[in-house]
């Protein structure tokens, strides 16, 4: 597989900031590994991180919501898109090489069958590869800081409770935990990175503040921004702030508040 090298302008064009700091600790990782076809993505929403980071098409991309695989579709990236759940993809036994799931199975509820399911899709030389929050992600916000800060403990719990439900995050847990998960549902931990330090966390939750009326008109019209012209107008200022923000910050680290799985069939 090629990968698409201008990855920080491309994403910035198509996203809104808080978004794209994190994706591109992401994609910085996976270029990184071997992508042996056929490739499927577990939970590919409206397409644009495939976009972003492979220069050409993969194979497959499922996800649940119809209206996000529309705009996948619009994207172009996948060779066959499904509207299905992850824990009953209609393939066969050992049908990938490679099965990756960025940013997503935090946010399903019952994750189990999930896991299952991909490990009965991965050949028995195939790779996975997994992005997910930590334990410390919930604390890596700007709000949470505070309350720490000030002591507040009880408060900042509550507040974690909060943050958790408002993204949707079920599964947040440190690196033993997840790994035990991995390993009950019968893969081998062949690599695992912690990454996103807690200065990146607090940037990302600073930024999100002003990406609120982006997150509406994603809701409204399944696009990030009403005006590519003057997106990219913003970018060519943006962008050098940007990369003064992750300069330095992609190398691996104890206590992220996200991590990377490399995985493979026992």
Not at 63 to 87: S, V
Not at 180 to 188: A, I, P, R, S
Request: aromatic letters at 14%; a negative charge.
């Amino acid at each position: 597989m090629k990968f698409n090298e201008n990855i920080l302008n491309d994403y910035l064009n198509e996203s809104p900031a808080a978004l794209v700091i994190e994706r591109w600790f992401e994609c910085e990782i996976l270029k990184e590994q071997e992508f042996n076809r056929p490739i499927l993505d577990i939970g590919c929403g409206e397409g644009l991180f495939a976009k972003i980071l492979f220069e050409e098409k993969i194979d497959t991309g499922i996800d649940p919501n119809g209206k996000e695989l529309e705009k996948a579709e619009e994207y172009g990236q996948y060779d066959e898109l499904i509207k299905c759940y992850g824990n009953e993809i209609p393939k066969g036994d050992a049908s990938y090489n490679t099965i990756f799931s960025n940013s997503v199975l935090e946010h399903i509820p019952d994750l189990n069958p999930v896991l299952k399911e991909a490990h009965r899709l991965l050949s028995d030389e195939g790779m996975m590869y997994v992005t997910i929050p930590t334990d410390k992600f919930d604390k890596y916000n700007v709000i949470n800081q505070l309350l720490l800060g000030l002591g507040l403990k009880k408060l900042s719990l509550k507040y974690s409770k909060f943050f958790n439900n408002f993204w949707a995050h079920f599964h947040y847990y440190n690196q033993e935990t997840w790994t035990q998960l991995f390993e009950d549902n019968g893969f081998k931990i062949v690599e695992c990175r912690q990454y996103a330090s807690k200065k990146i966390c607090v940037t990302n939750d600073f930024l999100a503040h002003f990406a609120i009326f982006s997150f509406i008109i994603k809701k409204l019209t399944n696009r990030w921004f009403l005006s590519s012209s003057l997106r990219k107008v913003f970018v060519f200022f943006f962008k050098p702030i940007v990369k003064k923000i992750i300069d330095g910050e992609n190398e691996k680290i104890d206590k992220g508040g996200l991590i990377f799985f490399k995985l493979m069939k026992v």
